[in-house]
């Protein structure tokens, strides 16, 4: 009975169970590396796989922290730079024109 007793005493000492996005630590650091990493071609998955950021505290700090979705932003339109860049890199058969076209 007492093995029994210690264990739920170890539940309740360990407090209220944290979702996954309360267990990552906000850090206004992320900003900067999110926006980093963008800039590299990185995808919003790969970006969060990179800082280990759960997709629900990925949600969560976007909603909460307009600094980071802000950050967020400016990654994407990072990433797809540089993936039209590397495109025009990779595709240099094609005459320079088409190759530099925008697509805004």
Same mark, same amino acid.
């Given at each position: 009975?007492?093995?029994?007793?210690? #264990?739920?005493?170890?539940?309740?000492?360990?407090?209220?169970?944290? #979702?996954? /996005?309360? !267990? @990552?630590?906000?850090?206004?650091?992320? @900003?900067?590396?999110?926006?980093?990493?963008? /800039? +590299?071609?990185? %995808?919003?998955?790969?970006?969060? &796989?990179?800082? %280990?950021? #759960?997709? #629900?505290?990925? &949600?969560?700090?976007?909603?909460?922290?307009? +600094?980071? /979705?802000?950050?967020?932003?400016?990654?994407?339109?990072?990433?797809?730079?540089?993936?039209?860049?590397? /495109?025009?890199?990779? @595709? =240099?058969?094609?005459?320079? =024109?088409? !190759?530099? !076209? %925008?697509?805004?």
């Amino acid at each position: 009975m007492a093995k029994k007793q210690k #264990s739920v005493d170890a539940k309740v000492s360990a407090g209220p169970k944290l #979702s996954k /996005a309360e !267990r @990552c630590k906000w850090d206004q650091a992320y @900003c900067v590396k999110v926006e980093e990493l963008g /800039a +590299e071609g990185k %995808s919003a998955p790969e970006i969060r &796989r990179e800082l %280990s950021i #759960s997709a #629900s505290a990925w &949600r969560a700090w976007v909603k909460k922290h307009p +600094e980071f /979705a802000e950050a967020v932003e400016q990654a994407a339109d990072l990433a797809e730079a540089w993936w039209i860049d590397w /495109a025009g890199r990779v @595709c =240099s058969w094609a005459p320079t =024109s088409r !190759r530099r !076209r %925008s697509f805004i």
